[in-house]
């Protein structure tokens, strides 16, 4: 069975504003509404085409996961890899798409395709829209490596990634020979927004579920060898996220907030979160998603006062 790709419309500021940054681990291409996007499965490639008058394809990415945030949030996970400068600017230009004033301060909810290992191609390698590419298209369109158009533009994706040093993605690729899934690197905004999500919003210990105050912790911190993957990751509120990473706080590894009796002999205070010890976190219901025995039993070890 061949494998499926998409190839999307992009803004040229958004391609020329991370193209100058050839070392990113993953990119937001976002969408200026709030979207369900089921065009692909984690691991299947994305590609980007500029708009017309510009008909080529200039980059992609291995897609990871889609949402909607608040473009704030956006920009607090991803930062400049959601191709803009600033906040500011990113806000304008969502604005501007939906035909709004410029100077609108509205939070838009906007949608989020996340890409891992993006690349972006020099000129001399961009690839000429495929002949089926309809004028009216006006986001994305969706091709398989069974059709002999599908199986061109792979080959020829392929052949520029070839020719760009040390990529790893190329050599992914080389190494399994046939189309078929990449399994995506998580980089820190797509394990932030991954994390929100799997914890439906809500902080894993007190359920609050205002989204600025809740923030995706690391079990084991990326630092001492943890990961971006869901397993090693809770939702916390901001301060209980802060207790967390010093030690004040754990999660056990049966799934049970502790506190550290350090918080009243340091602080003399923290009634607040001993009302919470003993209590069972709120864990995702998917097995595959829960917290990770192993990096919870590291923070109880190597982390937590006691």
Not at 222 to 237: E, F, I, K, M
Not at 260 to 268: D, G, K, M, T
Not at 280 to 290: E, F, H, V
Request: a neutral charge; hydrophobic letters at 35%.
């Amino acid at each position: 069975m061949g494998l499926k790709f998409v190839i999307a419309l992009t803004d040229k500021d958004w391609f020329e504003t991370l193209r100058r940054h050839p070392s990113l681990d993953e990119v937001n291409f976002w969408a200026p509404s709030s979207t369900n996007f089921r065009a692909l499965q984690p691991g299947e490639l994305f590609l980007f085409k500029l708009h017309s008058p510009h008909n080529v394809i200039v980059g992609g990415g291995v897609f990871a996961y889609a949402n909607s945030l608040p473009c704030s949030l956006a920009w607090e996970a991803f930062g400049e890899t959601n191709g803009a400068r600033s906040a500011r600017e990113m806000r304008t230009r969502i604005a501007r798409y939906r035909r709004q004033e410029p100077n609108d301060q509205s939070d838009f909810e906007i949608g989020c395709r996340i890409l891992t290992q993006p690349f972006f191609f020099d000129e001399a390698d961009w690839i000429s829209q495929p002949a089926s590419w309809s004028p009216n298209i006006v986001s994305l369109k969706t091709y398989n490596t069974d059709d002999p158009e599908g199986l061109q533009l792979w080959e020829a994706v392929n052949d520029r990634l070839s020719r760009q040093p040390g990529n790893e993605l190329a050599e992914e690729l080389k190494r399994y020979g046939k189309p078929q899934r990449i399994r995506p690197r998580l980089g820190q905004g797509a394990f932030r927004v991954l994390v929100t999500d799997i914890y439906g919003r809500r902080c894993a210990v007190t359920q609050e579920r205002t989204l600025p105050a809740l923030e995706a912790a690391h079990i084991r911190p990326y630092g001492c060898g943890g990961t971006h993957d869901a397993q090693n990751g809770l939702l916390l509120r901001r301060d209980i996220h802060s207790l967390f990473d010093s030690g004040y706080v754990t999660v056990t590894p049966d799934l049970n907030f502790e506190v550290s009796r350090r918080i009243r002999e340091e602080y003399e205070n923290g009634r607040h979160y001993y009302a919470l010890h003993g209590k069972r976190i709120n864990a995702p219901d998917l097995l595959d998603k829960r917290p990770d025995h192993a990096a919870l039993t590291w923070h109880n070890e190597h982390c937590f006062k006691g």
